[in-house]
Every structure is written in C-alpha cells, then in structure tokens.
C-alpha cells in the first residue's frame, strides 16, 4: 500500500492511497483530520466510503501536532481499507445479497410509514442515521464484517446502487 499526501496542515492531511488487491488496481481519496479519516475510492468502483471518528475519550488523534498522519491515523486507515475491500468483495460476489438488504430496509420504513426514496436517502438525516444502524447491524450479522462508519456503509451502499446499475435486478414493483 502506498499513501501520497497532497497537502498537510496541522489540522487536515489529504491524499491518495494506492494498493493491489486479488491482482486489481485500487485508487482512493482520503482526508484527515484529528478526529475523522474518510477513504473514497476511485477505481475499480467509484464511491464506496469508509470513515472513522474518534471514540469519545480516546486522546489519540489521527493527526501529528505538526500535520501528518499519526501512527493511530496510519493504522486506521488499514482498517478503512479492509471496509472497502469486504464491500468490493461482497458488490462484486453477491449483489444481489446487498441489493435485497437494501429493499429489506425500505420495506421496514414503508411499515412504519416513514416516507424513503428508494436509493435517496441522506445518511445524515434521522430516517439516514436509523437506516444506517440496521444496514451495519444486518451486515456485521449476515456478512461478518463490522464496518467503522454506518453512515458510510449506507452512502456505498446509495452509491453503488445508482453507479452501477447493471449489477442488480432491481424489481421496481416492490420500491
């Protein structure tokens, strides 16, 4: 894995990150500051996030005092890297499995008579915060996989759907 650091400040590192994995070429994006590191990638799929914030208490910041990543920063940036590549793993094997959790999801909020838009749903917002938390817990539990950042899983999840239709039958009747 290589990291390139584009800018850094003391309060914020960008850069690009470039690995092979299974013979493929990945390319990402990332941003850090003291408290968040976000990972996007850029090829093979374009958009698949993974974040991670720092634990309330934890005095460790993913930033050195003078710009740089932190040997934390550095090693949760591994962690990222992991998220992405169950999520390639599982989007490139199993689509149909990640499409059919999402449907799950909007079924449960039609229930409960909350109003989604099937692939539109702000990850920020509250019905994006509740979606976000069942879609990480439903993934740790099927899949195996715990990821740093619900809300990541969930913008991935929007991403691919919208990026890369041709993988999933989506059925439009039940959405």
């Not at 799929?45 to 934890?58: D, S």
């Not at 039609?110 to 069942?134: C, H, M, N, Q, Y």
Request: net charge positive.
């Amino acid at each position: 894995m290589q990291l390139f650091i584009d800018s850094s400040l003391s309060l914020e590192v960008k850069g690009k990150l470039q690995l092979t994995y299974l013979n493929e070429k990945f390319e990402g994006r990332f941003i850090a500051t003291p408290d968040l590191i976000k990972l996007k990638t850029i090829h093979p799929f374009q958009g698949m996030v993974a974040a991670v914030a720092l634990e309330p208490g934890c005095l460790t910041p993913f930033l050195q005092s003078k710009g740089g990543l932190s040997a934390s920063g550095q090693q949760h940036i591994y962690f990222l890297v992991f998220d992405i590549f169950h999520l390639y793993n599982l989007f490139r094997l199993k689509p149909q499995a990640l499409l059919a959790l999402y449907q799950e999801a909007i079924t449960i909020l039609k229930e409960k008579e909350v109003s989604a838009e099937f692939g539109k749903i702000d990850p920020r917002s509250e019905i994006g915060i509740t979606l976000a938390s069942w879609l990480h817990l439903q993934v740790k539990q099927r899949f195996k996989h715990s990821y740093c950042s619900p809300k990541g899983l969930l913008y991935s999840f929007q991403n691919l759907l919208k990026l890369y239709p041709t993988y999933f039958i989506v059925d439009t009747a039940s959405n």
